[in-house]
């Protein structure tokens, strides 16, 4: 697994899978069938039981395998340094951002919100992002930037321009 930030893309090490459990009563391998059971909505576990025994079985082993791979990406995401992974998120603000830029007419109100959101979240952090922080505040800067350029072109309807740093 790999996760991309303003720098490129950052391997995340893998752990070799494991086999989901085959046992309902699963310990140590994963959930036991009680746990599973008892961590799906009220709807979801009336109609688990509604099902016939093979296709109970073959469900929870979809959500045995579904959990193990929840609790794989927990892993990867706890041995990736925070500064790449937050970086990683910013740049889907970053990327919310631009998609209402781009709108035809421009959602100047819904850009403003990201980009602020954007801005406050880089400002929180100055000095803790690492290498991809230069990267991450010139994107800032490019975001406000169009958004003043449509926000004039649009006649400037949209009230104050996003909050500079």
């Known amino acids: 697994m790999s ?89 889907g603000i970053y990327e919310l951002a631009t998609i209402h830029l781009r709108q035809q007419p421009p959602n100047l109100p819904e850009a403003k919100v990201a980009i602020d959101a954007f801005g406050a979240l880089l400002e929180s952090l100055k000095g803790r992002l690492g290498p991809d922080e230069p990267t991450l505040f010139q994107a800032l800067d490019q975001l406000r930037m169009a958004f003043v350029q449509l926000s004039s072109a649009a006649g400037g309807e949209t009230g104050p321009e996003p909050a500079a740093s």
Do not use: C, F, K
Not at 33 to 43: I, K, M, Q, R
Not at 63 to 76: C, I, K, T
């Open 3 to 91: 996760l991309w930030t303003p720098g490129g893309e950052h391997e995340v090490p893998r752990e070799p899978a494991r086999e989901p459990a085959q046992d309902p009563g699963a310990g140590a391998d994963g959930p036991s069938y009680d746990e599973l059971v008892a961590s799906l909505p009220p709807e979801d576990r009336a109609r688990l039981e509604s099902l016939s025994p093979e296709e109970r079985e073959r469900a929870m082993a979809q959500l045995r395998q579904m959990a193990q791979e929840m609790a794989d990406v927990q892993r990867q995401m706890a041995e990736a340094p925070a500064a790449v992974v937050i970086a990683n998120h910013a740049m």
